[in-house]
């Protein structure tokens, strides 16, 4: 008995000793592959890698057909994805087609995406301003970092007031309230206001440290854009201001129309003088342009040695193609006629018939195989694979745009008829596109409505057209596979998650 | 690892010590049955003392006793009997079965009862009664055996998926949905790999008042698997073999190449290019029929002392799919002894795992289902794809074969599980328990295409992971039993501590020189040095940390009383909620034992039972209650370099915790003309609040579109049935027959909290079909298919819809223009089964129905439609019968929503036993599963299903579309006993 009570006396010693343990009823969890929040944001470098976040929310979305490139382009008279009746299309059981057809309804991919492009941007934006500000690190370029983000929201907040209109405003992350909708007048006040205010903070001129971030000369561009927009977005004309921006990135004397248009959107176009606002895409790192999956045809596989799928989707309108004259070099944008293979052959579908694309579209829901011509304006890098986008970085606003935009606010705020200022502006471009001055535009010959056709030609598929045929009154007009269409068509509707998520939000008119 | 699991082996023998026993006077008998057979691993017992004994295999005992001492003798399933022992020469006991099974051992989590005493709804599947067949997974033994427990294996044959269980409906929408697995104590013990001949019993705790003594993971019911223990004396040797082979369930649902060329001529004339000229039947070209293999070797011994059970098993399943299989070697080694005069016992049990598995690829046989039946399999001039017929410009439409022949997809497993447990009798009422069991999981695999992998687009792509999965368990407790007077108390309590530790190691890279190397030398893709290879490496830790305690007491075993507290705390929750308190009470009432009906003579049991309890849930993933950086999945161009993006993980949620469940049950147990007929009835209401679901947030102000939050509740409530007959009890033949009845009906209560910014009001699903398919509406039961009405077709090929709210549009997409065509949830299920003893003959078999719901025929949405013709790909021979002039788009609605009630013949099996001498056995035996089901529905078979609720990839009552074929198949095999 005795030795019985000694071994209960070591079972209970046991016992106690392990119940000692601190771990007995701790249950912090343990971080390994992510780390605590409080614990971050404590270094310029951790600010840096912050940052990167806000500006990584653009990949993808910003040139992704279910993204800005479907709301922006493929919505417009440049582009569409025609039902084909043989081989594979792009088809996505008839989202291009009503998406081209301005049957918009809220709960489509594209006005979903866009939208996070805007407001995850926004949000990634005031989440690192506030942790930047609140950083106990010291460093010389913190403003210039606070400063540049409200930059780059105030691009995405420019880019939410032409796609929504009235949307909701947060520039505080502490502030958890539920945003209040604004009018796009309001909203207008408080993006210029933000973008006016942090100018003398950002970089004044473009270098390769800021190559793909918010300096100087991309707010003139933005507010540029606002100005020129202001009458049809908010009623009142700021013409004025917008010719002043534009001039303040022309007299910066850093940018200039390179010589070949197809630089600056060839596989690396980094060092093209022209554009001003650049996302910056690499095929290993950063995920984005998916142009030849949308627009070749698979035969072309072969071509560019590209092993990921292709779609055979996205051709040019054949009216838009029509805006082209023959001798424009920017002509050379499309494909068009026999493709060859790289040596040289000529190139057959899979039933042996040649590979000819057509200009025409012999019906917008009965296309046949290689109806439409092909965008082969962004130059395609070899050896795509599966799960790979191209490498080109993608320009937001370029130099030639600014010069058009120029022309266009001295037009308009010359009653419709150009200056001779305005024309000079235009033929800068015209000449690059021709190589002479035999296609000038007079001011006789230079309307809005060819001003309007000329932009079109230079910033096909650029992602302006949107803009630009509201902004001339064209938006509602019938063109290829589109009727005329509703003027609450103008704004996309809030996405539906938006409006289930904040019970504040009102559905755009007309939806 | 053989050779640590030899070293480990060898430190549990040297662990054990050798007690010797001084002799006594003693007395000699023999246990037989009814039928006079010996009985063997009867316990005998002097009553009052712990001397004790188990008979031999002739059903001999020895035991040292005197005059006037009381004799006890149990086995399970039989009635225990007392003798004095009066001083004869040599006792010989005739033990009777105990119908109605009131003594049987019902395990209840941290012990056990008998079956009188239970109060909760809890049933006990015993080995005999397990299905019969080859299973890849213990689960398959209870398929079908549990009111109110539905399993599904909607992996159709494949030998590596595991089934989905689910208890009494569902009662989570985002959180785990499978039980708790116990084995032997030991919490998430792997059990796919556990010889199903060693598991004596599977008990299901269903209810909340059974089951929340496992507090926070208790709500989808807890699975106690219960494993053979050593039989005392002579060694004695088990095999158990079989051989099994599977068939095709082959339902020609698709166009064979005569038919093609057939609908061309009919309907497509113009296309003759459709027409490839051969005649290839896919999925023979990707299937075989299999040969699957069984052993399994157990030696079992030892004294009362100390005892051993070893076993080894070994299970090589081929696949119906070519290169899919499945290699399990698992030897496991359980000690037992007693020591310190048999106050301290304590168990040992190590069980090793080595799973080698080839994974198929389910896509190939998508790909063989759908594919055109005139192309031809090879294509000698096509020196690019290797010589395989390849159609190039059709994205997404595979070659099987090649796809079957350049893929390489593995994985090597191992799994470890220790597990000690020692009581000590401090009192002879009181005993201290100290339980620990340690479960590892190691995997090794990776996967290689070869540059002529249709698609593959790269020269060659190799992955490689490895993942170490390790949980510990420490339960220190006590064990107190008491009776008195007609009083008998039971209170156990105890502390729990739980850590679950999670590693994972990946890689990719592609672009190889050459295919030779498969993913075994996966640094020499050139996708590594030009910056396109992938790595990751993570790893997590999550805790559990319990108190528990239960009081069981009964008067007289006729008033029945059990009540039962967990305070436990999961690290995944946030700071506000960690801990949380899981009560649970039941009571229950032995009518039979009160005078009024003892009397009453074919009433042979009674009893009444209620229980109320508590149960959570906290499958979730780790950390989502923290504010934590993660580094982002793209990159930022920062001064000429692309440098990382570091971002909030997720939204945070300080107030995440768990789904709480309280369920109320009541239940009958009966049984009538002397146990002849029996069984029980229950009904339950089970209520699951703060259910987990994401829901949409604005941006901003938060980071994320979702926050993970508890909002809403569901309810489940539901009958279950039991009824069992021993119809024939005569010595040559005997016959029992069981029903089993499942009904249950759900209802979601609340799905949004609009004072908290939770505004959902409804959801449609959408399995990445074309529209959504699925309304999930406040109010409403889960499952509710709702689609456009299908009232025929137009003259321009079109579908003609019904104009539901009658506005003169026809809007699919909306729910005005839509009706609920069906319920993907059965209205209710049943089992029966038959089992018959004629002399040396057994037969049993075991038929399993659902009935009432409806699934989506997911088959039919995509491929009874000409548009895949066109482009040059098989349909559904349906497509010729139901609606031929369609021509309209691939879309759902009712046309595809069937009634998919059905009946199988889950198994036959008909065995012959040969008594040998010295109660040695030899038994043959042949079983068919799944002989035939009988059912309207008219896609591959109705449980080709997900059983599961998932919002983003698919949903109950939603085919897979590539799934393993269903198969029939027939085992033959033998139990030796010596």
Not at chain 2, 543 to 565: D, M
Request: net charge neutral; proline share 4%; aromatic share 12%.
């Amino acid at each position: 008995m005795l030795l019985i009570m000694k071994q209960i006396k070591y079972f209970i010693v046991v016992i106690a000793c392990v119940f000692s343990t601190a771990s007995c009823t701790k249950l912090d969890e343990e971080l390994f592959s992510t780390l605590d929040a409080s614990e971050f944001y404590k270094t310029e470098r951790e600010c840096i890698l912050a940052m990167g976040n806000a500006y990584a929310q653009m990949q993808y979305r910003g040139t992704s057909l279910w993204g800005l490139m479907g709301t922006e382009t493929l919505a417009t008279d440049e582009a569409c994805c025609p039902v084909r009746t043989q081989g594979t299309y792009l088809n996505n059981n008839g989202l291009w087609v009503r998406l081209n057809q301005h049957n918009f309804v809220a709960t489509m991919d594209p006005v979903g995406s866009s939208w996070e492009f805007c407001f995850n941007t926004i949000s990634a934006c005031n989440q690192v301003i506030y942790q930047i500000g609140e950083s106990p690190a010291e460093f010389a370029k913190k403003p210039n970092m606070i400063a540049e983000l409200k930059a780059l929201r105030a691009f995405a907040y420019y880019t939410a007031i032409d796609l929504y209109g009235n949307i909701p405003v947060t520039l505080d992350f502490t502030d958890v309230s539920l945003p209040q909708q604004k009018t796009r007048a309001e909203v207008f006040a408080i993006v210029e206001k933000e973008l006016l205010d942090n100018l003398s903070l950002l970089e004044e001129k473009p270098s390769a440290d800021y190559y793909g971030r918010c300096t100087r000369p991309m707010a003139y561009a933005v507010l540029a854009k606002m100005y020129l927009n202001a009458e049809k977005w908010i009623g009142t004309p700021r013409y004025a201001d917008a010719i002043t921006m534009c001039n303040n990135i022309i007299q910066l004397n850093s940018y200039s129309l390179e010589p070949d248009y197809f630089k600056n959107f060839q596989v690396d176009n980094i060092s093209s003088k022209e554009n001003i606002w650049v996302l910056p895409y690499d095929r290993k790192v950063g995920w984005g342009l998916q142009m030849h999956q949308y627009t070749l045809h698979p035969a072309q596989a072969s071509v560019y040695n590209i092993s990921s799928p292709i779609w055979n989707g996205m051709v040019a309108s054949p009216d838009f193609y029509a805006l082209y004259n023959s001798s424009d070099k920017r002509i050379n944008s499309w494909m068009v006629g026999q493709q060859y293979d790289a040596s040289g052959q000529p190139l057959k579908t899979s039933s042996g018939a040649p590979l000819v694309f057509t200009p025409s579209i012999s019906g917008f829901q009965t296309a046949g195989e290689l109806d439409g011509v092909r965008c082969k304006k962004w130059q395609f890098p070899t050896g795509l694979q599966t799960n790979q986008t191209m490498d080109n970085d993608w320009a937001f606003i370029r130099y030639a745009d600014i010069l058009l935009m120029k022309a266009e606010a001295i037009m308009r705020s010359n009653g419709g008829t150009p200056t001779q200022e305005a024309v000079d502006e235009v033929n800068k471009v015209r000449e690059r596109a021709f190589g002479n001055t035999s296609n000038d535009y007079t001011t006789a010959t230079l309307t809005l409505p060819e001003l309007l056709n000329e932009r079109g030609r230079e910033l096909a598929w650029e992602g302006h057209r949107r803009q630009d045929l509201i902004r001339f009154g064209k938006w509602q007009d019938a063109w290829f596979g589109k009727p005329v269409t509703a003027a609450t068509k103008e704004l996309y509707p809030i996405p539906s998650t938006a409006l289930l998520a904040n019970s504040n939000l009102k559905q755009n008119t007309g939806y | 690892m053989k050779r640590n699991f030899l070293i480990a082996a060898l430190c549990m023998l040297s662990l054990i010590w050798v007690q010797v026993v001084a002799a006594q006077a003693s007395v000699s008998g023999k246990v037989t049955n009814e039928q006079g057979q010996p009985l063997s691993g009867v316990n005998v017992v002097v009553k009052g003392t712990s001397n004790g004994t188990n008979t031999g295999q002739d059903g001999s005992f020895t035991i040292p006793v005197q005059r006037n001492q009381v004799l006890v003798f149990s086995l399970i399933g039989h009635e225990s009997q007392e003798l004095t022992y009066k001083g004869e020469a040599s006792l010989a006991i005739r033990m009777q079965v105990a119908y109605g099974n009131l003594e049987e051992v019902v395990a209840v989590g941290y012990g056990t009862v008998t079956k009188k005493e239970v109060t909760g709804s809890v049933v006990t599947v015993k080995a005999k009664d397990f299905n019969k067949g080859d299973m890849s997974n213990p689960m398959g033994l209870i398929q079908g055996k549990v009111p109110g427990l539905t399993i599904t294996k909607s992996g159709g044959s494949d030998p590596n998926a595991g089934f989905q269980i689910q208890l009494r409906g569902l009662n989570t929408l985002s959180a785990g949905k499978s039980p708790l697995i116990i084995v032997d104590g030991i919490m998430d013990a792997n059990i796919a790999m556990l010889d199903p001949n060693q598991i004596e019993s599977i008990d299901v705790l269903k209810d909340g008042s059974a089951a929340a003594i496992y507090g926070t993971r208790a709500t989808n019911g807890v699975i106690l698997i219960t494993t053979k223990r050593a039989d005392i004396g002579d060694v004695k040797f088990e095999i158990n073999n079989f051989v099994s082979t599977e068939q095709i369930i082959e339902n020609n649902r698709y166009l064979s190449a005569d038919e093609y060329r057939a609908a061309i001529a009919q309907y497509y004339p113009a296309r003759t290019y459709l027409d490839k000229g051969q005649d290839t039947k896919w999925m023979d070209e990707v299937t075989r029929t299999p040969i699957n293999q069984n052993y399994s070797f157990t030696a079992s011994g030892g004294t009362r002392k100390i005892n051993y059970r070893a076993n080894l098993y070994y299970k090589s399943d081929q696949s119906i799919l070519k290169n899919a299989s499945n290699r399990t070697i698992t030897p496991s080694i359980f000690i037992s002894q007693t020591g310190l005069n048999d106050r301290l016992k304590i168990d040992y049990r190590l069980i090793y795992s080595s799973v080698k598995r080839k994974l198929g690829n389910y896509g190939v046989l998508g790909q063989a289902t759908w594919r055109n039946p005139t192309e031809p399999v090879y294509d000698p001039t096509n020196v690019v794809n290797a010589g395989y017929y390849t159609v190039s410009t059709a994205s997404g439409y595979l070659n099987p074969v090649a796809m079957l022949d350049q893929e390489k997809n593995e994985r090597d497993d191992q799994y470890v599980t220790g597990d000690i447990n020692a009581s000590f009798k401090l009192l002879s009422e009181l005993k201290l328990i100290l339980h620990g069991s340690y479960n590892s999981f190691r995997s090794f695999g990776g996967s290689y295409k070869t540059k002529y992998f249709p698609e593959v687009g790269t020269d060659g792509y190799a992955t490689a992971v490895s993942n170490y999965n390790a949980n510990y368990l420490f339960e220190p407790g006590f064990e107190y039993k008491k009776k008195f007077n007609g009083h008998s108390v039971q209170v156990i309590g105890g502390y729990s501590y739980y850590e679950n530790q999670n590693n994972g190691l990946s890689a990719l890279n592609y672009n190889f020189d050459l295919d030779n190397f498969s993913y075994y030398n996966i640094g020499s893709g050139y996708a590594l040095t030009s910056g396109l290879a992938g790595m990751s490496t993570s790893k997590s830790i999550n805790k559990l940390i319990a108190f528990y305690a239960r009081a069981i007491y009964n008067f007289n075993e006729k008033y029945l009383l059990s009540a039962s507290i967990r305070h436990e705390g999961s690290s995944r929750f946030g700071a506000n909620h960690k801990w949380g308190n899981f009560p649970a009470v039941s009571i229950g009432w032995r009518l039979n034992e009160e005078d009024f009906i003892r009397n009453v003579k074919w009433i042979n049991n009674l009893k009444l039972r209620i229980g109320y309890g508590v149960t959570g849930n906290q499958d979730i993933s780790n950390y989502l209650s923290l504010s934590r950086i993660a580094v982002g999945s793209r990159q930022f161009y920062y001064a000429g370099n692309w440098i990382n993006s570091y971002r909030p993980a997720s939204n945070p949620n300080p107030d995440l915790k768990w789904e709480k469940k309280a369920e109320y049950n009541a239940g009958v147990d009966f049984g009538f003309l002397d146990n002849r007929i029996y069984g029980s009835i229950d009904f339950y209401l089970r209520r699951v609040s703060d259910l987990l679901w994401s829901y949409a947030v604005p941006v901003p102000p938060n980071v994320y579109n979702s926050t993970y939050a508890n909002v809403g509740t569901m309810q489940n409530k539901g009958v279950e049935v039991s009824l069992n007959g021993d119809i024939i009890r005569s010595k040559d033949l005997t016959l029992t027959t069981t029903v089993n009845y499942t009904l249950n009906r759900n209802k979601l209560i609340s799905f949004s909290d609009p004072g908290r910014g939770y505004t959902l009001q409804y959801l449609k699903i959408n399995p990445a079909a074309t529209t959504w398919t699925q309304l999930v509406l406040e109010g409403q039961p889960l499952g509710n298919f709702m689609a456009p009405v299908f009232l025929g077709v137009n003259g321009s090929g079109g579908a003609i819809y019904e104009d539901v709210n009658k506005d003169g549009t026809i809007n699919q997409e909306s729910e005005l223009d839509r009706r609920v065509v069906g319920n993907a949830y059965p209205k209710f299920e049943l089992g029966w089964n038959v089992s018959m003893q004629y002399k040396k003959f057994d037969l049993s078999f075991f038929f399993r129905g659902v009935f009432g719901q409806s699934l989506l025929n997911y088959e039919r949405v995509f491929y009874e439609n000409w548009t895949p013709f066109l482009s040059g790909r098989n349909i559904l021979k349906s497509t010729l019968e139901n609606y031929p002039t369609y021509t309209g788009i691939t879309t759902y609605d009712s046309r595809y929503v069937e009634k998919a009630s059905f009946v199988k013949l889950n198994n036959v099996s008909l065995g012959y036993t040969m008594s040998l001498p010295k109660g040695n056995s030899l038994r043959f035996y042949a079983t068919g599963q799944n002989l035939f089901t009988i059912t309207n529905y008219s896609g591959a078979d109705p449980e080709a299903v997900i059983n599961d609720f998932n919002l983003s990839t698919a949903t109950a009552g939603t085919e897979n579309l590539s799934y393993f074929p269903f198969t029939r198949t027939l085992t033959f095999g033998i139990n030796y006993k010596f």
